[in-house]
């Protein structure tokens, strides 16, 4: 996708010599040896000024032909000039003119070289519905927005946090853009509602909806991740560590993307232990702990020993460890919290994808795709193991990540019913994890709760 703004950019620098030939004083007898280099020098440095704009290596030659074109338009008229004025003057008007040419050669230099250094850096801003300090989901987007600092230069970034999911997060965009950011990461949900109508009237800026799947324009992109396949992984080490065989999953909201790694990890559970179930409740917020608190402390009443979330923050992993139970968190590492509870966990690592989907940017290559990265990829990862998970239960997580990665083992694979009996996924079939992410709308057998 070409951006307006560059094609504007690029018409107005191809207009400057349009400037210089109406209004450059023609002062010179001769040009010097020395000001044609530098007008070559000065060129080249200026074409480049324009690919920045453009991203192509026809606005490099474009550039050094603008300045090409000015210096011999100077020459040849700088050369008529000094024959008229010779035939009526004689030679009087020689050495004013070379003053006015060393003078005209360092303003025009200094012009140029300031066009060619101060290249405006690409604006990228990321929208954020809480804070980093409370919330893994936005720690994570946080660390991975430094990771894109780090690795694609010439960038300004801007994040706004705590614009809750719903149509306040419309005016924040609109002031993004006004001030000139090109590249918009909306990070919640709740954005991908809103974010269609506003890429429709700014088709200059390209916007990157995490974990939604919205369907908008060509200047409108998605991503998240198959994490069914870590919360495959969770699950069997929750099966080899209960000892109730009993465990709790603690859920944001019932929608598709939390339902499917429940019932990936119940899988994961069932995989191994298949005498164990898993019990569930929502807690219908991303980030609310006490909320979150609430949830963890009933489903260790139900005699769940192990306590696993897809939250934001770690109070159901310090809601456990009060009760001297285990627990395992959400998109980013909340081990320091209650390290003598945590025995893993998910987290997401988005830097490789920012770095992607900014360079596609500036090289012009933006496309409205659907991104799910994968363990393979390292987008998704499963945390470090906690001092208390046995070398038996280390041994059948490696083996199952090993056959995810490989593509042996299938999370979804059938034959799968749900909690009511019903087939869901037929043998020989297998749901795909953009299906299971935006579709899947029912619990998988041994998981005890609804989705409601």
């Known amino acids: 996708m070409f951006n307006l703004h560059h094609k504007t950019r690029i018409a107005n620098d191809e207009g400057y010599f349009t400037l210089f030939k109406s209004t450059l004083p023609l002062f010179a007898p001769k040009m010097p040896a020395w000001f044609k280099k530098l007008m070559r020098s000065a060129g080249f440095f200026y074409g ?3 690919a920045l704009h453009s991203q192509s290596l026809n606005a490099a030659i474009s550039g050094s032909k603008v300045l090409a074109k000015w210096a011999a338009f100077v020459t040849a008229r700088a050369a008529a000039n000094l024959e008229r004025r010779s035939s009526s003057n004689g030679d009087l ?8 040419v060393a003078m005209m050669s360092v303003i025009g230099g200094s012009f140029l070289a300031s066009q060619a250094i101060a290249g405006d850096k690409l604006k990228v801003a990321f929208v954020e519905f809480s804070q980093a300090s409370g919330s893994s989901w936005v ?14 230069p010439d960038l300004e970034i801007t994040r706004v946090e705590s614009v809750a999911d719903g149509p306040g997060v419309v005016p924040v965009i609109n002031n993004l853009i006004a001030k000139g950011n090109k590249v918009i990461f909306a990070n919640s949900y709740g954005y991908g509602t809103f974010i269609p109508e506003i890429a429709k009237k700014h088709p200059e800026v390209d916007f990157v909806v995490q974990m939604s799947d919205p369907k908008g324009p060509k200047n409108v992109a998605s991503y998240y991740g198959k994490l069914e396949e870590v919360r495959y992984l969770e699950g069997v080490l929750a099966g080899k560590m209960t000892k109730t065989n009993i465990v709790g999953f603690s859920g944001a909201f019932p929608y598709s993307a939390v339902v499917s790694g429940v019932n990936a990890f119940a899988l994961g559970v069932k995989s191994v232990n298949p005498n164990a179930k898993v019990v569930t409740n929502w807690v219908n917020s991303w980030y609310d702990p006490p909320k979150e608190k609430e949830s963890a402390d009933a489903l260790l009443s139900a005699g769940a020993d192990i306590i696993v979330n897809h939250l934001d923050s770690s109070a159901t992993l310090q809601a456990a460890a009060a009760r001297g139970k285990w627990g395992m968190t959400s998109n980013a590492d909340w081990s320091f919290a209650a390290p003598q509870a945590f025995l893993s966990g998910s987290a997401w690592n988005w830097g490789p994808f920012y770095v992607k989907a900014v360079e ?5 290559k933006f496309e409205s795709t659907r991104d799910l990265g994968d363990l393979k990829s390292g987008i998704v990862v499963l945390l470090p193991y906690g001092p208390m998970v046995t070398a038996e239960a280390k041994q059948a997580v490696e083996a199952a990540k090993q056959k995810i990665m490989s593509g042996e083992l299938k999370v979804f694979a059938g034959p799968i019913e749900d909690n009511e ?3 869901r996924v037929p043998a020989g079939t297998e749901l795909s994890s953009e299906d299971a992410a935006t579709k899947m709308n029912w619990l998988v057998a041994g998981v005890q709760g609804a989705v409601k």
Do not use: C, D, F, I
């Open 421 to 423: 009996g019903k087939l």
């Open 93 to 100: 008007a020689v050495k004013p003119n070379r003053v006015l």
């Open 48 to 50: 480049m000024r324009l």
């Open 360 to 364: 596609a940017v500036k090289a012009n």
């Open 139 to 152: 720690r994570a987007n946080t660390e991975s927005a430094k990771y894109l600092q780090e690795h694609v």
